[in-house]
């Protein structure tokens, strides 16, 4: 009988680089992805009234409570505060949403990788999509924002793609890491939550870095996240083009992460339908 | 690299195949409990060979059976077929499409409509979106839901359900469809003729592997029969000769 040329061949022997392995089947799996994320926004709204203005509401009742809050209680006044903080709020907000995503997703999607075959990475990467979209719709808010403070907008506001892309490789890169291990032990999620509130007064989000004592600045500068925020906050907020250096420092951060969490997550994958 | 050693009209092949699960000795389901075990130096893992040694050569066409005792690894092997699990030695090697029928409707969402389910679904089997357009009329009309298809699914009935999961599942010809004990959900009528689209497939050409605990549905389905007991291939014959001597075993 002849074989097809066109017919899968499976081989568990095949030698080929996990990762890269895991890269083709995601593109082949692509019909997955946008279906998770479908479901992931239609389940979230389906039985709300507000429905997706929740994704705007949200960041922006946050942003009034804490600008509330810390203008009054600390003393801040600078000029358009409420949109710094939106800023780096929504950049926060896409960042812990997308990587807790990421794990819940994998460690509840546990019972599905014993049953049928999908490409691992497709709860991380629909996490990421589903954030990027949540997080292009509080642009829409930030920029209401941002006019009612007084601030212009210029056209550098185009550029708010390159830090959004540089977040969300991030993002997909802790999210991998962090679901490989979560899928084993319960309480990493737990725990995760706990360094999320922690990472957070730690990023420049109600704070400005003119505000630390100098000895706390170098710490704060081993964050990350600084980096991250610091270019998402200048295309529309401070309304200029960055620098090389404010592009270069998070673009190599981004595509570590990403490629790092990448290899140890499809190291790790085909052990997980061996624990779930 | 080396070259298959798999012969053409052989759909399935498995050389000296094995899964080795880690049994830890407690079980440890948390990160801070693992670091403080592995601080004291006291994991310890057992090994659980739920397969060894399996040697299969299933060809084009086929349908065959698998019997053996609860938790023999007969469903083990299945995943293996399926791709859900990767062999720990040995090589396993499928040719064309996996139809997997594992707990039909896995993956359906309470909240989506039937509609948004299917194409979901279709999605997690590895089709497209223009697969899924394509299909979508087909498997409506098979699983006789037009009357329901944008309701949520949290107000289907378990029969309803199975129906819309199966109808995905089989809506277009696999080559090699895996039929594991799923057939017990479903009116009369829907039995039927889920149970006529699989004997379609077999005419078609199909290889078809059935897990059963009813030797009378695998007596008259299948061409061989492979008997795991523990995790071993014990015996690899036609139907008629395994099936006396397996009743006989249990009796």
């Known amino acids: ?69 810390f203008s009054n209680a600390f003393k801040i006044s600078m000029p358009g505060y409420a949109a710094y903080v939106l800023n780096g709020l929504i950049a926060w907000t896409f960042f812990s949403q997308t990587t807790h995503a990421a794990t ?46 007084g601030l212009p907008i210029r056209w550098t506001a185009l550029l708010i793609p390159i830090p959004m892309l540089f977040l969300a490789m991030f993002a997909m890169g802790i999210g991998l890491t962090l679901s490989a291990i ?95 | 690299m080396s070259l298959p050693t798999v012969f053409e009209d052989e759909t399935i092949s498995m050389e000296n195949v094995g899964v080795r699960y880690r049994v830890a000795n407690q079980r440890i389901a948390t990160f801070k409990e693992y670091m ?81 389910n299917v194409f979901l679904n279709g999605a997690l089997l590895g089709f497209s979106r223009h697969e899924m357009d394509e299909k979508f009329d087909r498997i409506v009309e098979f699983a006789e839901l037009w009357d329901f298809i944008d309701a949520p699914m949290r107000t289907y009935s378990t029969g309803m359900w199975a129906r819309l999961g199966f109808a995905v599942a089989t809506d277009s010809q696999p080559d090699v469809l895996i039929v594991d004990e799923v057939m017990a959900v479903g009116d009369q009528a829907f039995l039927h003729k889920s149970y006529n689209r699989i004997m379609e497939f077999r005419d078609n050409g199909a290889t078809i592997l059935i897990v059963s605990h009813s030797m009378q549905l695998v007596e008259q389905l299948c061409h061989r029969v492979a008997w795991i007991d523990h995790g071993n291939l014990r015996c690899l014959d036609e139907a008629s000769k395994i099936i006396p001597e ?6």
């Open chain 1, 104 to 149: 819940v997703h994998l460690v509840w999607g546990g019972s599905l990788l014993n049953r049928i075959y999908v490409p691992r990475t497709v709860f991380a990467v629909s996490a990421v999509g589903t954030g990027l979209i949540n997080l292009t719709l509080s642009l829409i808010p930030l920029l209401i924002v941002t006019l009612i403070t």
């Open chain 1, 182 to 276: 979560a899928i084993y032990f319960a309480d990493v999620t737990e725990m995760y939550q706990i360094i999320l509130t922690a990472w957070l007064y730690l990023s420049p989000i109600i704070w400005t870095e003119e505000q630390l004592p100098p000895n706390v600045t170098i710490f704060v500068k081993l964050n990350p996240m600084y980096y991250l925020i610091n270019l998402f906050r200048i295309p529309i907020y401070e309304g200029r083009v960055p620098t090389l250096a404010e592009v270069a420092i998070p673009g190599v951060i981004a595509v570590i992460t990403l490629v790092v969490g990448w290899i140890y997550f499809a190291s790790r994958a085909d052990e997980f339908a061996y624990r779930v």
């Open chain 2, 36 to 116: 403080i075990r592995r601080i004291q130096g006291k994991i310890q893992n057992r090994d659980f060979w739920a397969l060894r040694g399996i040697n299969l050569s299933i060809h084009r066409g086929d349908t065959f059976g698998f019997i053996g005792h609860n938790g023999a690894g007969k469903s083990t092997l299945l995943k293996l077929v399926a791709r859900v699990l990767k062999p720990t030695e040995g090589r396993v090697v499928v040719r064309g499409r996996v139809a997997p029928l594992l707990e039909i409707g896995a993956g359906f969402h309470n909240e989506l409509t039937g509609r948004e």
């Open chain 1, 1 to 69: 009988m002849k074989i097809l040329s066109t017919e899968p061949i499976y081989d568990s022997s095949r030698k080929r680089s996990a990762a890269i392995e895991e890269l083709q089947e995601i593109l082949r799996y692509r019909n997955l992805v946008l279906q998770f994320i479908r479901r992931d926004i239609l389940t979230r709204y389906k039985r709300s009234v507000l429905g997706i203005a929740w994704t705007m509401l949200t960041p922006l009742g946050t942003m009034l409570i804490l600008t509330i809050v």
């Open chain 2, 246 to 251: 397996y009743l006989e075993h249990y009796k």
